[in-house]
């Protein structure tokens, strides 16, 4: 056995393993949900079958050790929906009750740690052993895409788990980006400002739903909030070279500390997932000390950047946090709020739908600042009525076009804390933020300017002409085709002929044909 390698086997427990990763990826084979390459593939063309591509993908044989890594995972609100047994109109309500119902954890040995069958420890440590590809032609390296951080605060001693990205160094060192707002960051920050290494340990492999739960910040102990998501108990193992609780059923951890030192190494490019390149940071070192992994480990590589945006892991995860986020601020903020779109298009996070039924005026820029303020990332909010779909774009323009106007529902607020890897700011840490109010006035709704024109449906009462119809009372001229009986308007035309010359008929505001008093 090659030194610093253990070899723990025993038999599968599959009620442990009702949220790994490759049982979901074997219901997405039966649904169709993915494309499987059985052919050999090399690690640098694994991004030439995933970007675009509305499916996930499973590589049988990638790289020279012929590797499973399985890719694009998250990348459909289809597959999302499916992590969580509901369908795609019933996500963000299924993940919000979950997130109100508490679910325990429960720390269980290492012998019956799947994530732990196999443990690499001193020389064996090596992330050049791990199938890494290189995602993007200017990134600075191959990169772990995918990867789940645990880490816990000195100060509070919770745990917090987040998303991040890792650059191989060589066989021991990776770059961490951690130059946005976040956790991690501050942990970080903190730890270094002491002159202190901060142990981290990076969850590879992971369930949709554990990938939701660390997009998510709750100021609680993030693994009883990723316990919560997945609707039952946890069972979390105890880290090999640190005391970071991880779970127990993931494919791989990739453990060890990041560098007192600070922000001290070349870090990146890499394809960014608002659709361009980051540019080369100043970033901490991470320092491996062990790979634990199951013996059948499944590799996981995620889908970030690249020309379809809306068909990126990064942007469907952030759609699902982004209207987790907005939805919890618009209950406090409007009386009905409808339906929430973080599109995936604006990377899930930069531009944002809001359906609403209003009540009283100004509720819809309520809805607004409530947007603004509840997530540092969005930076376009649209508001319609519900009578929108604000899942169908060609709805939302058309509201754009016909309910809109600049000089009256154009909220811009500048001076706004932002987000500083939109590559619009040009670098600011500060910007501005606009609201679209494209709802219809309260007075306005019932007006025929902002009635929807459908098929002619020919009801009303049955009078022998339509001269004794209109002596009735007003009619519209559909109700005056009822009259008579037909569904050819000539016949009404013919009838209205003798009426008009007699000086006798006029019209209605709406439109309806009447007598003249």
Known sequence: MPEGTTDLAHLPNTEADKFRLRHFVERLIETGEIDIIDQPVELADLTLHMDGNPKAVLFRK??????????????????????????????????LQRLATPQKTEAVARETAPVQQIVW?????????????????????????????????????????????????????????????????????????????????????????????????????????????????????????????????????????????????????????????????????????????????????????????????????????????????????IREPIAVNATAAGAGMFNLR???????????????????????????????????????????????????????????QGGMRTLPLDPSLYGARVGAKAGFDLTIQADRRAAIEFTVPAPPDIKGERFDSVRKALTDGPKSFSELMAALGTKDGRDVGIELEPIREEGILTRLKEGEYALKD
Not at 306 to 330: C, F, H, Y
Not at 358 to 370: K, S, T, Y
């Open 62 to 95: 990638a790289g020279k050790e012929q590797a499973e890594i399985v890719g694009n995972l998250c990348a459909s609100r289809k597959r999302m929906a499916a992590a969580f047994d509901v369908e795609e109109t019933d996500l963000l309500q299924e993940v």
């Open 121 to 333: 420890t001193g020389n064996k440590a090596d992330f050049t052993l791990l199938p890494v590809p290189f995602q993007h032609g200017r990134d600075g390296g191959p990169y772990l895409s995918s990867t789940l951080d645990f880490t816990i605060n000195p100060e509070t001693g919770l745990t917090n788990l987040g998303c991040r990205r890792m650059m191989l160094r060589g066989r021991r060192e990776a770059g961490v980006d951690l130059n946005a707002p976040s956790d991690l960051k501050a942990i970080y920050e903190a730890a270094a400002s002491r002159g202190e290494r901060l142990p981290v340990s990076f969850l590879l492999g992971a369930h949709p739903i554990d990938h939701i739960a660390a997009t998510m910040r709750v100021p609680v102990d993030e693994t009883g909030l990723l316990a919560s998501l997945r609707g039952e108990t946890l069972k979390l193992v105890k880290s090999i070279t640190n005391d970071i609780m991880v779970p127990a059923d993931g494919e791989m951890v990739i453990e060890g500390y990041l560098d007192e030192r600070g922000h001290v190494e070349d870090e990146g490019p890499f394809g960014e997932f608002a659709g361009y390149y980051g540019i080369m940071k100043k970033n901490p070192v991470f320092h491996l000390t062990a790979i634990t992994m199951r013996e059948d480990a499944l590799f996981q590589t995620s889908t970030i950047s690249g020309p379809a945006i809306s068909q990126t892991d990064t942007a469907m995860l952030n759609t699902v946090k982004s209207e987790t986020v907005v939805w919890r601020a618009l209950q406090t903020a």
């Open 354 to 412: 809001i359906s609403m039924r209003p009540r009283v005026p100004g509720e819809a820029r309520n809805a607004i600042a409530a947007a603004f303020g509840c997530l540092a990332n969005v930076k376009n909010v649209f508001v319609v009525n519900d009578d929108i779909d604000i899942f169908n774009d060609q709805q939302m323009d058309w509201a754009m076009a016909t309910r809109f106007q600049p000089d009256r529902d154009l909220v811009v």
